[in-house]
């Protein structure tokens, strides 16, 4: 790339030089170019020529730095022969996956347009869906929840984009307002794979000056099977911010304007000659092999939008010099760029090749000079795709498409990715700011130079298209000028040497004849169609063959240089078939091994693989210390946490290193503008990575726990993964392709970076010079199974040429090159093959110690495998023992592999040996054996002069295609067998009958004696088995070869618990518990005749959570006692008058006194602290609990018998009831949350605000009118609350597994990706525990007379509950019904009883509020699994079912957490909050202490202690100011049941009276929510005293109100007509009102006709019903949303009221003036005239000043008519609130009718209609005006008149006259 020097500076103008005249030309803001360096910075002095600084030089320099550095970088190369072991045999797969995308539209505002009535369009790839259609309105509110469902690999989810877009509905086509777009992947990449309650930005694609056209408000979630959905309280928040709150992920600026996105494709070569259509080929068979038959053209998509250059025909390295314009708002939304080559068919165009360019991966988002814009290249980019075979149909097709990984190199294309941001437009000075945020300033903009005058021509050629082309988003496409030094690229010579040393596994599938492989590079070395091994670069004659003198010239040097030809295959051989096993073939390499040479030519951008590697190795080294820190943690903490320093420590000091190396470097001339931002970004964040490192290992602030210090490395190692990932390709992959006779069958692709060399160690790729294990795979979708072709040893290079002599460096030693005699003077016409003779051969004797496997994959339908062991070494393979039945088989078996010849330096085979594979298989009595995992091992060689030392066993970890397979406990050696005496090996334990060796002691684990101890609870959910349904089961637990049997179940119908609940075995374990074999659970069914049928299985593979410790003594019991303060039992509590403000301070100082008394609550459990936010807000409100218990002194004073006051709601004279304290509550989690995200601090600041409330309650009731206005303005009162979880009870509490274990028993195949973790293998469940310890040295059997494990378990015999199950909502439920919703109600399913809730449905709703509760019956453990389903109601049909959810009832009767009934937060005998439990809080608290062995509890005045913590607080209340006190414990009792986690030897969180919310689940859709619901379960033991009657939880149901609106006047309305004779502006003035969502009861006012100054006089009432929830403050509306519905819809808005003016028209339409929306909740006050009425009251009006017309009832004044942001016009209204039951008592009558009438207004004479009376207007119009005018006409006519009368009378007078006299 040598710059030209001869053009003159003055023309090197930009790519986008002509485009900034143009522009400017036509008197637009000027174009800022922001994209600093967007196309490289060639500012080096003109004429530097490359090659002064030759690769000599620049190599010693490299050398020299290394040498100073290498001991820095050493720990990253160690010297080795093989590549690393890898123990999986492929990569993982692309699978499909089920997604789920939910996006629920709640509201837009701010649209731009008049009087329009919109609807959103969703529309996701092909699928579409739109909300309902809102009338006349800028603001809708829609609450609509769509689902949309899509099936494929993650990768193709991610590209997808949701369009949405806002449109205004007409009859005839609807009109877009605007729309906004987002891809699947950036949702899924937000926390939470959610964007919830943001604001997305409406944009008109065809006009991007315009800038915003509103704002959508809605949810968009993205989740795959097992993505958890993280609920989110909705906040109803009028006054939000828009702009804080906007769609865009974190990070991204909320001002984002519009940007170009360049692509621009300059050239292809190398593309597939064949043109794949079959037309295309039949033509050829005729023409012959002529012509290239492929017609390319380039499609790019982005952003949902697709461009597509010119077709070039027949031509296979297409120049198209085109580049494609994308416009979108930067930074994007859609993050990734596709592009596709395309052929051009007669009949179908076919894709050839696909390529994705992640945007992230090209740009840099950070703040200030650091981040930079996307740029790319221009550079090449390689295509993959499918074989390059000549044949008539690809069957690979899908791989040129983009799906699953490429066989075969396609070409590649030379682009460039440019952005610039545009400013100008409607917006500038908004952009120009951002821009300048960005710090991008458009002069930094540098150009390469080179470039001509034609460059203008070109540009103006596109000025001539119109402008609205430039400001719409639509892709342009247009030819660009090429600058020279593009075209000049540099081309380097590359060598890509090869040997295979072992080419063994071949499947015996592919036949016996000669088999060869293939090495490729490009279309280097590829032989069906592309260059032989050594043709010369770039000149190709016509026919594509490479000429001869060329191709012997670049021979001779290396063959005389490495007496290697070039050839790119190796010479055929037939297989042969391995020893022990028919299925493989092996290619006979034993000395010989054969080599192969490719010449290829590529640009010389290695420096980008260079830096790559280093990273990669760094990251490499981090992973790898990482994993060694794991294993250490488990021997010694410390040992672990020094290794962790070091890692760092090294990693700091290699950053260092990069970055010097970095800056040394000079930069060279074909660096484009990615690589210097790219170098830039490596040294910033390599500097911020290792002051964070740095700040670790030092930790001068705290010390950081190891596992945060573990968090963090692998933080620093995902991050070096992703800058390690270089976009711009150089050099394509390297390919190894088997065929057999010409055929392609199976291959390997190597990335080429991990193979490249060079003289810097760490830059080196990881596998350059070593031997690799490449497992060779058939192209395309795999089937399932063993999947490898052929397994092959070889070692690669790839290099620039001048380093061919370090080519065969690394080869293992004791090599001779040995050729073929054939050279014919130098000039050999067919290269000869050539190979190295390794002449050295060694014995050795291979042992492999088979012990044991745990969690291996089951393949039988029993849910069990029959495993074997299938183990290859080089051409050898034995099979174990098939140990049937189980999951965790213990072979035990030693295979011995004998005289095993080796080639080779026997230091080097010691150090390097050769990798094992290990299969796995199922064996099956018909058929086919049943691959069921694989791994690879590395054994231990011992030479025949070493000491011998048994090796350990280990764990090699087993993968079955992408599932894990388990472990296999092995262990691997290689001996060498002595010359001189070949008997003298280590010693073999004697076979058994069979000739099966054992594995030999001194390798088998040391074991020791250990007691298991068993509990057998019961069994449940047993489904049928062989289609008969279990009735007499029995356990077996298994482990280590012993076990026991559990008691047989009589009748598992009539009592599924077994009669003997514990039991115990004594079994040898191995002394490391990393050894512990699993231990197995068996069920059997015994049948009729003694038969018994295996039901199914359950493997513990790890028994450390059942390792029980030894006990020690009695615990010491500390002398002192704990106090615990749980309130001031001051002296305030006799005087009730003195509580007024000081009472507040005080509260704060208790509030201390408690968090000192009670710290433990403040921060959650120990074993709850993992759990999420939840339960930070429990713990948090606690405090607070205890601080409404002061409160509560002065309810109880009132008596706790009469709770006839109620705390009025501040919208309604509301009657406090269940939903009071339901919203108090749902309210209190949203404010912990927004407290605990914001500062951390707990409840400290909002408890005082409804306190005060309370107070203020108690005072005098004269005054406490007065001051309830004055200082409660908005507090609610302060009512008891309930916890509400937002996921299930069980995972707040651990599954209540705190007494007995649930184990899943599986039955069925799992070894497929379907079945794996289906729900159809869970056949039922165990119910029992473990307890695992050394034996007792005594033998003695029990612990004080009974097993440990049954320490505090309840007896097992059926026990009668009465349960009460409260289902208080759903939402987000899938829709069942075609038009996206669904009609839900309840059934629930315990035992036989079935309650279905079928009347009681919900029509079409997706979050319906049931309120509604049920009592059931049950026995235990009988009916121990409620189910609850929400089904859908259908009129025709079979009802659907939407979810279900599952409760293990019996787990929370029995759990020490007493879930039976939650604990409330107060006590009080009657009212909302009445105790609902059947016993008093004193009672459950003695029968606690009774149970737990607790001293207790001892209730004395002021005080209660439990064991030794004694709690204080009131127990002494005052009934009235004059009865006598009396005394209650039971609400003390009540504090300290809820803080019971802290009664040492007792320690159990109880529940809290909650709300749980459990997520449904569907059969057909595993894994993907199917919606929530919001419920609790009380349960009550039938031999206690029965619970009082069910709380009352059902609906409240909407309050009927009547709004009565009176419009007076009108003021300043726009005059919109003009009068046809004097020109005079008037406005035929009427108002529309309506509330919103009740269109069709729109009320007008007459018209006020001729208004010329727009005041308009109207008298008139409106009368609006509706009605309303003032808790939820939300109006409810029920109607049909369509004519064929058949029942009512019942949605829930917010309140709002619409006032239009109008203009009326006869003839046309009425013309549309001004609007005026009114939220009855809180709309800006009045103004008190008409001149004081402007804009500014409702745009800026604050909190403060908004008022909500359900506490005023009656407001009168003047507001704003607004259109278009204009003052349209003023009205005079009035507003008069009353509820259903007034309205009736007092009606009014509609417009000015009665009752109560309104007089009619005085409006001005010229007030009427020229339509009804014509007269009038005559006089008004024209007499007023024209008076004059008409009276001097009239004279004058007269006058007229006169003299023509007197003209025409005249003659005849005088003839008269004359006549007469």
């Known amino acids: 790339m040598e710059p030209s020097a001869v053009v003159p500076q003055a023309h090197r103008k930009g790519l986008f030089a002509g485009m900034k005249l143009k522009k400017k030309k036509k008197g637009e803001k000027g174009l800022t170019i922001a994209n600093k360096d967007a196309l490289g910075d060639h500012d080096e002095s003109a004429n530097l020529h490359h090659d002064t600084l030759g690769r000599q030089e620049e190599e010693e320099e490299d050398l020299m730095n290394s040498d100073a550095l290498s001991n820095v970088f050493g720990s990253l190369s160690p010297k080795r022969k093989r590549a690393k072991l890898v123990t999986r045999i492929h990569e993982e797969e692309m699978k499909s996956q089920n997604y789920q995308i939910a996006i629920t539209i709640i509201e837009a505002r701010q649209l731009v347009g008049e009087n329009i009535d919109p609807v959103v369009i969703i529309e996701i790839g092909d699928e579409k869906k739109q909300t309902t259609v809102k009338e006349g309105t800028n603001a809708p509110f829609y609450n609509e929840y769509f689902v949309f469902d899509f099936v494929g690999p993650q990768v193709f989810l991610f590209d997808k984009i949701i369009n949405i877009s806002v449109m205004h509905n007409k009859l005839i086509g609807s009109v877009l307002i605007g729309s906004f777009k987002v891809d699947l992947g950036t949702v899924y990449g937000q926390p939470g794979h959610q964007f919830c309650d943001k604001w997305a930005l409406l944009t008109d694609p065809a006009d991007i000056r315009t800038g915003a056209k509103g704002y959508l408000k809605c949810d968009i979630s993205v989740t795959g099977k097992g993505d958890a959905i993280q609920a989110t309280q909705k906040t109803a928040d009028t006054e939000e911010q828009i702009e804080k709150n906007l769609l865009i992920p974190k990070g991204f600026p909320s001002e984002r304007p519009w940007a170009r996105f360049y692509v621009r494709i300059y050239k292809a070569e190398g593309l597939p000659k064949m043109n794949s259509s079959i037309m295309a080929n039949v033509t050829k068979a005729f023409i012959g092999d002529s012509k290239d038959l492929v017609d390319p053209y380039v499609v790019v998509m982005f952003a949902g939008q697709m461009g597509r250059t010119t077709v070039q ?208 590079v490009g279309n280097f070395g590829n032989i069906t169609d592309g260059v032989s091994a050594g043709a010369g670069g770039k000149k190709k004659t016509r026919d594509g063959e490479a000429e001869e003198s060329l191709l012997h010239e670049g021979e001779d040097e290396i063959f005389h240089e490495l007496g290697v030809p070039l050839i790119s295959t190796t010479p055929p051989e037939k297989p042969l078939i391995t020893g022990g096993n028919r299925n493989y073939q092996y290619l006979p390499y034993s000395e010989r091994k054969p080599c192969i040479c490719v010449k290829s030519y590529w640009g010389d951008q290695t420096f980008r693989l260079y830096s790559s590697n280093t990273l990669e190795k760094m990251a490499d080294h981090l992973e790898e210390s990482l994993e060694q820190v794991k294993d250490l943690i488990k021997v010694s903490e410390i040992a672990s946490e020094e290794k962790l320093r070091m890692t760092l420590n090294d990693f700091i000091n290699q950053s260092r290193a990069f970055i010097t190396i970095a800056e040394k470097k000079p930069k060279r001339l074909n660096y484009t503008a990615l690589d210097k931002k790219r170098l830039t970004l490596f040294k910033q964040e390599l500097e911020a990575m290792s002051s964070d490192a740095k700040a670790i290992v030092q930790q001068q602030k705290k010390k950081m726990p190891l596992d945060e210090m573990m968090r963090e490395t692998q933080s620093f190692i995902d991050k070096i993964r992703f800058l390690a990932d270089e976009p711009q390709n150089t050099v394509p992959d390297v390919f190894i392709w088997m065929l057999s006779s010409n055929k392609r069958v199976a291959y390997a692709r190597v990335p080429a970076k991990t193979i490249l060399y060079s003289p810097a160690k760490e830059q080196r790729g990881k596998d350059c010079g070593k031997i690799k294990t490449h497992f060779l795979k058939l192209p395309g979708k795999r089937p399932l199974g063993w999947t490898v072709q052929a397994k092959v040893d070889v070692y690669l290079w790839l290099g620039p040429a001048i380093y061919a002599h370090s080519i065969m460096e690394n080869l293992p030693v004791g090599y001779e090159t040995a050729l073929a005699s054939n050279t014919n003077s130098g000039h050999s016409v067919v290269p000869s093959p050539a190979c190295l003779l390794y002449k050295t051969l060694h014995l050795f004797q291979l042992r492999a110690h088979m012990y044991q496997a745990r969690g291996l994959i089951a393949a039988d339908s029993t849910g069990l495998s029959d495993p074997f062991a299938k183990v290859t070494f080089t051409s050898h393979c034995q099979t174990t023992k098939i140990i049937s039945q189980t999951l965790s088989p213990t072979w035990n078996q030693m295979l011995l592999f004998n005289s095993i010849v080796l080639h080779g330096d026997r230091e080097e085979i010691a150090q390097f040996p050769p990798e094992i594979v290990i299969e796995l298989y199922d064996d099956d009595a018909v058929g086919k054996a049943e691959y069921i995992g694989s791994t690879v091992a590395a054994p231990v060689v011992r030479l025949a002069d070493q000491n011998y030392e048994p090796p350990k066993l280990s764990y090699h970890p087993v993968h079955c295609g992408s599932l894990s397979g388990g472990d296999l406990l092995a262990t691997f050696e290689l001996l060498e067998i002595p010359q001189s005496d070949p008997d003298r090996l280590p010693p073999l334990d004697p076979p058994d009958i069979g000739q099966i060796y054992p594995v030999p002691a001194n390798i088998r684990p040391v074991l020791s004696k250990y007691r298991v101890e068993v509990l057998f609870w019961g069994l449940r959910e047993l489904k049928k088995v062989q289609l008969l349904s279990v009735d007499r089961p029995q356990v077996l637990i298994e482990c280590a070869g012993k076990g026991v049997k559990s008691s047989i179940i009589q009748s598992y119908k009539k009592n599924p618990n077994f009669s003997g609940l514990a039991d115990w075995f004594e079994v040898e374990l191995p002394e490391n518990e990393l050894l512990h074999p699993p231990l197995s659970i068996c069920v059997v069914d015994w049948r009729a005749f003694g038969r018994s049928t295996l039901v199914g299985t359950h493997t513990i593979n790890c028994l450390k959570q059942f390792l029980c410790k030894t006990q020690l003594g009695p615990r010491a019991t500390p002398n002192r006692l704990d106090i615990v303060e749980i309130e001031k039992a001051s002296s305030e509590s006799s005087q009730p008058a003195e509580l007024s403000r000081e009472e507040l301070f005080l509260d704060h100082h208790i509030y201390a006194e408690v968090e000192q008394g009670r710290c433990t609550v403040v921060e959650p459990d120990p074993h709850l602290a993992t759990l999420p936010a939840p339960e930070l807000e429990r713990s948090a409100s606690e405090p607070g609990k205890d601080r409404k218990q002061k409160d509560m002194k002065k309810s109880i004073r009132r008596s706790t018998k009469r709770r006839k006051r109620t705390i009025a709601d501040e919208s309604a004279e509301n009657v406090i009831d269940w939903w009071s304290k339901y919203y108090a509550s749902v309210l209190k989690m949203q404010k912990a949350k927004g407290i605990f995200s914001s500062e951390g601090k707990s409840e400290d600041n909002k408890q005082t605000s409804g306190h005060i409330a309370l107070i203020i309650e108690e005072e005098p009731d004269k005054k406490k009118k007065d001051k309830t206005l004055k200082r409660k303005q908005k507090e609610t009162p302060n009512l008891a609350t309930l916890q509400i979880y937002e996921g299930d009870l069980e995972s707040e509490f651990n599954n209540f597994e705190d007494w007995v274990k649930t184990f899943q028993l599986l039955r069925g195949k799992s070894n497929d990706e379907v079945h794996a973790d289906s729900e159809d293998r869970i056949i039922g469940k165990f119910k029992g525990s473990f307890c695992i310890y050394p034996s007792p040295e005594d033998g003695s059997l029990m612990d004080r007379g009974q097993p440990r494990i049954l320490q505090g378990i309840p007896p097992n015999h059926s026990v009668k509950v009465l349960i009460r199950v409260y289902i208080v909502a759903a939402f987000n439920l899938s829709p069942a019904d075609p038009d996206g919703k669904s009609d839900p109600y309840i059934v629930l399913r315990l035992g036989n009883t079935e309650i279905k809730d079928r009347e009681n449905y919900i029509p079409k709703q997706l979050n319906p509020v049931f309120g509604r509760s049920f009592e059931i019956q049950a026995t235990f453990p009988k009916d121990s699994l409620l189910t609850v389903l929400i089904y859908d109601h259908d009129f025709v049909g079979t009802d659907d079912l939407i979810g279900e959810t599952k409760i293990d009832l019996e787990n929370r009767f029995y759990s020490r957490h007493r879930a039976t009934c939650g604990l409330q937060s107060q006590y009080e005998i009657e009212g909302y909050n009445a105790w609902r439990d059947a016993t008093k809080p004193s009672e459950i608290l003695t029968k606690l202490c009774k149970d737990y062995r607790i001293s207790g509890p001892f209730m004395r005045p002021g005080e209660i202690q439990v064991g030794t913590k004694v709690f204080k607080g009131q127990t002494v209340f005052t009934e009235d100011e004059n009865e006598e006190p009396v005394e209650s414990y039971e609400h003390l009792s009540l504090k300290v049941l809820r803080a019971w986690e802290e009664i040492p030897g007792a320690g159990y969180k109880l529940v809290p009276e909650h709300i749980e919310t459990r997520p449904l689940y569907h059969k057909d859709k595993p894994g993907m929510e199917q919606g929530r619901v919001q419920m609790w379960v009380d349960m009550f033991p039938k031999d206690m005293p029965l619970p009082g009657p069910p709380v009352d939880i059902s609906p409240r149901k909407p309050k009927g109100y009547e709004l009565r609106v009176i419009i007076w006047n009108t003021e300043d309305v726009i005059l919109e007509d003009e009068n046809i004779f004097t020109g005079q502006k008037s406005s035929d003035i009427y108002v529309k009102g309506w509330i919103k969502n009740l269109e069709e009861d729109k009320q007008e006012t007459d018209v006020h006709y001729n208004s010329l100054t727009g005041e308009g006089n109207f008298n008139w009432r409106f009368v609006f019903p509706f009605y309303y929830l003032p808790a939820e403050k939300q109006m409810v509306v029920s109607k049909r949303e369509n004519i064929f519905s058949l029942e009512k819809t019942e949605r829930k808005v917010p309140a709002e009221l619409v006032l239009q003016v109008w203009d009326f028209e006869r003839l046309s339409s009425d013309d549309f003036l001004g609007t005026l929306e009114l939220n009855l909740n809180g709309f800006p006050r009045a103004a008190k005239t008409a001149k004081s009425c402007d804009l500014g009251m409702v745009v800026a009006a604050s909190e403060e000043n908004r008022i909500s017309i359900f506490q005023q009832k009656r407001v009168r004044g003047w507001w704003p008519f607004i259109k278009a942001g204009e003052l349209t016009g003023k009205v005079e209204a009035e507003f008069h609130l009353v509820t259903a039951e007034e309205a009736e008592k007092n009606p009014v009558g509609k417009a000015r009718k009665e009752p109560e009438p309104l007089e009619k207004p005085n409006r001005p004479d010229t007030s009427f209609s020229w339509f009804v009376s014509p007269f009038k207007c005559l006089y008004h119009l024209i007499w007023r005006n024209y008076k004059k005018y008409i009276i001097i006409g009239i004279i004058l006519l007269i006058l007229v008149v006169f003299l023509v009368l007197f003209i025409y009378t005249l003659p005849g007078a005088i003839s008269n006259k004359i006549v007469v006299g």
């Open 313 to 520: 025909k027949n031509c296979a390295d297409p120049v198209w010099q085109e580049q494609i314009i994308f416009k979108e708002m930067f930074p994007p939304l859609c993050r990734r760029v596709k592009i596709q080559v395309w052929d051009e068919g007669s009949m179908n165009d076919v894709a050839l090749a696909t390529h994705f360019i992640d945007l992230k991966k090209i740009s840099n988002e950070q703040d200030g000079d650091k981040g930079f814009l996307p740029t790319f290249g221009p550079a090449w980019i390689n295509l993959y795709g499918s074989p390059r075979n000549h044949s008539l149909m690809d069957d690979h097709q899908e791989l040129n498409e983009g799906f699953g990984e490429g066989v075969s190199f396609r070409g590649r294309l030379f682009i460039e990715i440019a952005v610039e941001i545009l400013s100008g437009g409607a917006r500038e000075p908004k952009f120009s700011s951002i821009i300048k945020d960005i710090k991008l300033p458009s002069k930094d903009f540098k150009i390469p130079k080179g470039k001509d005058k034609t460059d203008k021509a070109g540009e103006d050629r596109k000025s001539a298209s119109p402008s609205d082309k430039m400001n719409s988003t639509e892709v342009e496409v247009e030819p660009f000028d090429v600058p020279l030094e593009i075209y000049e690229e540099k081309f380097e010579e590359f060598l890509l040497f090869g040997t295979f040393f072992e080419a063994t596994m071949i499947d015996r599938k592919v036949g016996d004849k000669p088999i060869t492989f293939e090495v490729s």
